[in-house]
């Protein structure tokens, strides 16, 4: 196959882009913005567009999702896109919501249109904040180190029925969710296979996380160079967990099954989560250093508890992570240990 990787330069889409050139010819486009912001300090501005020139089956096109014709010509013959080209911080959009919308939107809308004149098949990365504030209406209870969900019905995690209405989403949340809704809709209209991943909390090597986006990796690379970690409210709210690869291999599944169309949550699920507090503990018995924490105010909308159903996509792919929380942190830790900050 030919694979078109929009943001090809960044954590998730290099990653792609290293596991389908294995078998496949690779086209990774990026604008490679979001890479000079956040590698800045890493000692080289473009890690994973470095990274990725040592492979044979890769080609690099420097090109914005906003622009159409070159978007087109990149994708040209492509069998498949997979679209994790974003903005995709919460506070950025906030800031600055007219870009948030031209990047999450409008870019998704051109990869779109390049896909149903190309005939390619579309693996999008969407978020969990599609369910904006809802997530907070689940009850929870507050244990000595995280909360916990407190309604049986969510026992397994938060499920793709969950309501998306009559909440609020941050610009952010609301860009990713009318992306997320046409790229639905051009399945149903068009007849576009695609897979439309609404993803928790993604981590691994080659992610240059900071503050607000990237919260896992940003701890470990703070811990590591001796910078501030701010934890806005207690540490006790909870995120699942999914390590990059088994990500990609979710993608995968999807594009080599029979499913024509589907929304899956995807997260490492009931199985794979951490609070804050319980990453700050886990790094100091990984690392042998004391991270340097302090506590502000909770920002507005933060949910306490979010975790991923993932039962529909294990069931519908024959998948489920392989990486254990402990196992991909230390990876984690291990690779940040080998970086010039």
Same mark, same amino acid.
């Given at each position: ?7 090809? +330069? ?22 490679? +913005? ?11 501005? *473009?890690?994973? /567009? ?12 420097? +090109? ?24 995709? +911080? ?124 990237? /919260? *896992? ?22 995120? %699942? ?5 088994? *990500? ?60 991923? %159903? ?8 024959? /998948? ?14 291990? /690779? ?6």
């Amino acid at each position: 196959m030919k694979i078109l990787v929009t943001g090809g +330069a960044g954590f998730v889409g290099s990653h792609v882009a290293e596991h389908f050139a294995e078998h496949d010819d690779v086209v990774v486009c990026d604008n490679l +913005a979001r890479a000079t912001m956040l590698n800045k300090s890493s000692g080289d501005e *473009l890690f994973n /567009w470095n990274y990725l020139k040592g492979f044979r089956h890769v080609s690099m096109v420097k +090109a914005d999702i906003r622009d159409m014709d070159v978007l087109g010509q990149a994708a040209r013959d492509s069998d498949v896109i997979i679209h994790t080209a974003a903005q995709v +911080a919460v506070t950025s959009s906030v800031i600055d919501p007219k870009t948030d919308f031209e990047v999450n939107l409008i870019g998704t809308f051109n990869v779109l249109e390049t896909a149903r004149l190309n005939d390619s098949a579309v693996v999008f990365c969407s978020t969990n904040k599609v369910y904006g504030n809802n997530v907070n209406s689940i009850p929870v209870a507050e244990r000595e180190t995280r909360y916990v969900l407190a309604n049986g019905e969510f026992d397994h995690g938060v499920p793709e029925s969950f309501p998306i209405d009559h909440t609020g989403h941050s610009p952010y949340g609301s860009s990713k969710l009318a992306a997320d809704i046409y790229v639905q809709d051009y399945a149903h209209t068009y007849g576009l296979k695609t897979g439309v991943f609404r993803m928790s909390c993604i981590y691994g090597k080659r992610q240059f996380g900071v503050e607000d986006q990237g /919260w *896992l990796a940003w701890f470990v690379i703070a811990t590591q160079t001796g910078k501030p970690i701010v934890i806005y409210g207690d540490g006790k709210q909870v995120r %699942d967990v999914l390590y990059v690869t088994d *990500l990609v291999r979710a993608f995968d599944s999807f594009l080599t099954s029979e499913v024509k169309h589907e929304v899956f949550n995807m997260g490492g699920g009931p199985e794979n989560t951490l609070s804050l507090l319980e990453l700050v503990q886990m790094l100091r018995e990984l690392t042998g250093k004391n991270p340097n924490v302090s506590f502000a105010e909770w920002r507005p909308s933060d949910q306490r508890v979010y975790v991923s %159903d993932i039962r529909k996509v294990s069931n519908s792919l024959q /998948w489920k992570p392989l990486v254990g929380t402990k196992e991909g942190v230390n990876r984690v830790v291990e /690779w940040v240990q080998t970086v010039k900050f």
